[in-house]
């Protein structure tokens, strides 16, 4: 049966609007938070393998914003990408007119949504735990001008971990998705790639300043990340 692409994108976003509301903000925990992550990764799959390869081809591709109100680094830097790759979509950091840095997601009208709500989802989570870090004896071990490195140094920590998890997670969601007999990643990337091409933009790479870090505190956020079970069995179809 063939599935009309808008009504298909339609429930996919009703669907994430749904697993919005179970954030940390809301009462959610870090564990169930990033559970729903894997789950709008099975949702954003089933939505890819309902369309044709003409379809894919055919879409248009758009841009989202996900602003982050802070005119420095912040160590959502570090996880950024590995999001972009996670939703098969291209991102950047820019500058509003505010002098506020934001990200822009390029891609797939399905993978720019996915992959603004993960960004949203592990920037909540990151906050949660570091908010109970906070009241550890760990974190109270610090001194009261140490304590802003310290917080810094955990939410790198953790988003790094959940960064990794991420990576492998998309690994073995292609291993499973390549098993139908089609490339959708090599597929998805060549629309991309040619729609931001027709953008002209001067993208660069700039190279990271190096960061002074507590290792405790990383270790801990890193600690907070690696113990999140985020792949409860994905299924392509």
Not at 116 to 143: M, P, Q
């Amino acid at each position: 049966m063939t599935v009309d692409p808008g009504l298909a994108l339609d429930r996919l976003k009703t669907r994430i609007q749904g697993l919005r509301t179970k954030t940390t903000d809301n009462g959610c925990t870090e564990a169930e938070a990033l559970l729903a992550a894997a789950k709008v990764a099975e949702l954003l799959d089933r939505y890819d393998l309902s369309l044709t390869d003409v379809e894919i081809r055919d879409a248009p591709c758009e841009r989202r914003e996900y602003e982050t109100y802070r005119k420095k680094r912040i160590p959502l830097d570090e996880g950024i990408g590995a999001i972009a790759d996670f939703c098969d979509c291209r991102v950047w950091r820019e500058k509003s007119q505010a002098g506020e840095a934001r990200y822009v997601f390029f891609g797939l009208r399905s993978d720019i949504e996915v992959a603004h709500y993960l960004t949203e989802l592990i920037d909540n989570a990151v906050r949660f735990e570091l908010g109970r870090y906070k009241i550890s004896a760990g974190y109270r071990r610090f001194r009261h001008q140490d304590r802003h490195m310290a917080n810094a140094s955990f939410n790198l920590g953790m988003v790094v971990s959940v960064a990794e998890k991420l990576t492998a997670m998309k690994a073995e969601r292609d291993a499973v998705n390549n098993g139908t007999g089609r490339d959708l990643v090599v597929l998805k990337a060549s629309v991309v790639d040619a729609e931001l091409e027709k953008l002209d933009l001067k993208l660069r790479t700039i190279r990271r300043a190096t960061r002074m870090v507590s290792s405790m505190a990383y270790d801990a956020g890193g600690a907070a990340g690696a113990s999140f079970t985020i792949n409860p069995g994905i299924r392509g179809t």
